[in-house]
């Protein structure tokens, strides 16, 4: 396959909140029979944000973690760009925030993305731009995506939250993936799909509705990318990446690929076809979806969430080889895009892994996640928040706002 790579994915991490719900408990709690959550969402459990762990605190945990991790000095960092749909404050961006929080130069360029989970997208291949056009003049860029994903408390939505935040640096010759910039295909459409007001903490989603839009901007932003000519990609590639807003949503999106590839249309009535697909679909897309199903959405961070997934395991393995990665914001934006893995990608397999911190969390029962959830409500006006309620013990925490400042402390 002929690529064009130059720049991409020099480093990974990702962080998370220390609690956790389990999906049967949680269908049980609700009257559902858990094999929905399970099967026909395809999740095992979600991480829950404390009110203290918001997302300057997991932006900064992530995006310490990629420096220390992949050893770069936060002055190689020319420009941070947060992306997020979690924004603490109407003016002020979060990227201001971790930029000091992480030690970063005074003379880098810092600010948020917001469209939905297509933020950390946006500010990916703006990095590759601005490293493109010069400017960068050897620096490195950083991209965060940091978000809670919160529908409230008996919703539709519920099943599919989440919280986390992955870091990413991007650099020329990067050492994880390598992205070509002349097959990156973008859409745009403004729908009704998922959207989250000033005055509430809640996202309202149309569901259903939303699921047909990310089908429509796959396939617009799939032929962009391709100018119109498909060509059996899918069987040339060695996985295909989605944004996962819960783990079913990705076999919806490779079917979807797999029907404009092929011409054909699969339902589980024609045996073979549909045998087929699950076929593809275990090999090319299932294994790197481990992650999503611990986590749940963590909206702008969640292909991210895979692709980590795909190098923990198969860094070594898979290097040399293609893979795509889609990126939808309801709203709605997207970008399909082709990359290349790099030759020495499995080298750095156990230090993007965040299997120890994930062991390391906590689960909640019901009770617990619903009081968490309802704290957090008034978090951003509480004067002051202690960690150790939340059995917090260690780790950057916001603690409070007070004289209308939102204070952050190390514990
Ligand atoms: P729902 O209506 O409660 O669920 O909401 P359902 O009835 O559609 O069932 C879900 C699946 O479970 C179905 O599978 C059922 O058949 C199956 P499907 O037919 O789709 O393959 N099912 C069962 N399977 C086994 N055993 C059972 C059983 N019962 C049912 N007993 C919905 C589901 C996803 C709509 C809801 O959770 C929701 O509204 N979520 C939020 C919106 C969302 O995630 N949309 C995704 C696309 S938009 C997007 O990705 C952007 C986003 O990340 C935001 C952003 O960009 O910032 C959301």
């Not at 404050?89 to 600010?111: I, M, W």
């Not at 704290?375 to 603690?399: I, K, M, R, V, W």
């Amino acid at each position: 396959m002929i690529l064009n790579p130059t720049t991409g994915i020099d480093a990974l991490a990702f962080a998370g909140p220390a609690g956790y719900v389990d999906m049967t408990e949680l269908a049980q709690a609700r009257g559902v029979d858990p094999a929905k959550y399970l099967l026909g969402l395809g999740q095992n459990s979600m991480a829950i944000a404390a009110p203290c762990e918001d997302t300057v605190t997991m932006a900064v945990a992530a995006g310490q973690q990629a420096l220390q991790q992949f050893d770069i000095d936060p002055d190689d960092i020319g420009t941070l760009i947060v992306g997020t749909e979690t924004g603490i404050d109407h003016s002020k961006p979060v990227a201001v925030y971790a930029h000091e929080l992480l030690g970063l130069s005074q003379n880098c360029r810092t600010f948020e993305t917001k469209h939905a989970c297509y933020g950390a997208m946006a500010g990916l291949t703006a990095s590759m731009d601005w490293i493109a056009s010069g400017r960068a003049r050897g620096r490195k860029a950083m991209v965060i995506a940091s978000d809670i994903a919160r529908y409230g408390l008996n919703t539709a939505g519920e099943p599919t939250q989440g919280a986390g935040a992955v870091a990413m640096v991007v650099a020329p010759e990067p050492r994880l993936l390598s992205i070509d910039p002349m097959h990156i295909g973008d859409y745009t459409r403004q729908v009704m799909d998922f959207w989250r007001p000033l005055y509430s903490k809640y996202a309202f989603a149309d569901g259903h509705y939303s699921i047909q839009c990310y089908l429509d901007a796959l396939s617009g932003a799939h032929n962009d990318a391709l100018n119109g000519s498909s060509d059996a990609l899918l069987d040339r590639l060695a996985a295909s990446l989605y944004h996962v807003p819960f783990v079913k949503m990705a076999f919806k999106a490779h079917q979807r690929l797999l029907e404009i590839e092929t011409g054909n249309s699969y339902s589980k009535e024609q045996a073979d076809g549909w045998q087929q697909l699950q076929e593809h679909f275990g090999e090319k897309v299932a294994p790197w979806l481990k992650l999503n199903a611990e986590i749940g959405n963590i909206y702008t961070g969640s292909l991210f969430l895979s692709l980590i997934d795909l190098l923990r395991q198969a860094g070594t393995s898979l290097a040399g080889e293609t893979i795509s990665l889609f990126s939808y914001g309801s709203g709605c934006g997207a970008t399909f895009c082709l990359g290349q893995i790099a030759a020495q990608a499995g080298d750095w397999s156990a230090q993007l892994d965040p299997a120890t911190q994930l062991q390391q969390r906590r689960r909640l029962s019901i009770d617990e996640y619903e009081q968490l959830i309802n704290a957090s409500e008034n978090a951003d006006t509480e004067a002051q928040l202690n960690p150790a309620d939340y059995g917090l013990d260690s780790g950057l925490f916001y603690t409070g706002t007070r004289d209308h400042i939102r204070h952050y402390e190390h514990f």
